[in-house]
DNA sequence: GGCAGCATATGATTGAAATCATATTCCAGA
DNA sequence: TCTGGAATATGATTTCAATCATATGCTGCC
């Protein structure tokens, strides 16, 4: 099933398609078809700066879309490149223009907006704090460690070295508890 | 005037205010009114961790909105505490979801929205690159630089001092050009 | 015109995270 | 059951951005 707002289109909306890597989805300057929600594998989203600098942009992982803003635009403004196989569907830039036509659909694509940018914010706040061990424990305040340690350290832009020591000296201090290996919750 | 999309929605639906360093907008568990424009002075959205730590969660600025995502929720999530003085509007709720059987209003939400993400995942992969001068030459190309270089600095989420000095070495190594005190552009 | 405040700019030093290295545990799969 | 890979964990060293300090240019305004 597709994530929401999608999963209110037509099925006659979607494409699924498997992808292998190296393979470019769409170029800089193409016309846009519309956005793609990644199943599996991942995919970076790159453009070309104009003494030809290569600009990562965004790297969209499992289970998440990306090229959402070409609805609203002729042309692709980047590269989608493929960097490991996997599956996507894409979603036609016409179905979800027709789409806002319907306020279900219009709602559930502005609360899924709003939230995402919501956490977009937060976690730009929490990347903004410079001391590992407090970027640490905001991001176990904000509930961002549900996955791997080493994915919470992605988030955090923190090397999961850093991340590991943050959340010991978290755990010394009393903070912090360590239940078991690789689980840390507050204390 | 209001900023996209909200100018679409009935005046009606915008109360005006002033406010005060130090007023409260509303708080965690207060029942939704609406979002807000913030037109001058600064807000700070906090919340209050299951131990009392104190996170931020965002810092609004003069013209950009905030609290957006209570408009699909029935209690706000954070307090909003104004650090500086100024005004802003306050966007009812029911206005906004009502607005959503507009398919105007919902298309223009939407690219709102979309390009919104879109210039947060970028900011975020730029934050990502460690090097201070890599990062700035990335900021410069995905144009971020266009106001003083102590904002620019802030938004990449460097010291403005580290920022001047990676500017300088850009500039030595032929990368940037610095025609004038204080302003750069690409070589 | 002079002063205050801010942006620009750069030097010196410090500190903390990145990097490099290595060990252990856990789990999946042959 | 053995093996390989990944996550967890921590130590040693290096690097580079933060911090502290200071100077100058520019602008607004009293």
Chains 1, 2 share one sequence.
Do not use: W
């Amino acid at each position: 099933m597709l994530p929401e707002p999608y999963d209110l289109l037509p099925t006659t909306a979607r494409q699924s398609q498997t992808i292998a890597a190296g393979d470019v989805l769409f170029r800089q300057g193409a016309q846009t078809r519309g956005l793609y929600v990644l199943k599996t594998g991942r995919v970076h989203l790159e453009r070309v700066g104009p003494n030809g600098e290569r600009l990562i942009i965004h790297r969209a992982t499992s289970g998440t879309s990306f090229a959402e803003a070409s609805v609203f635009s002729e042309r692709y403004h980047c590269d989608a490149i493929v960097m490991d196989a996997g599956a996507l569907v894409r979603i036609d830039k016409s179905a979800v223009l027709a789409g806002f036509a319907n306020p279900d659909f219009a709602r559930a694509y502005g609360r899924q907006a709003a939230q995402q940018v919501q956490a977009h914010r937060q976690i730009m706040e929490i990347v903004g704090i410079r001391r590992a061990e407090d970027r640490v424990m905001a991001g176990i305040v904000a509930g961002l460690l549900d996955g791997t340690v080493i994915d919470f350290a992605a988030r955090l832009q923190l090397t999961h070295e850093a991340t590991y020591r943050a959340l010991r000296a978290l755990v010394e201090a009393g903070r912090v508890n360590n239940p078991s290996r690789g689980t840390y919750r507050l204390a």
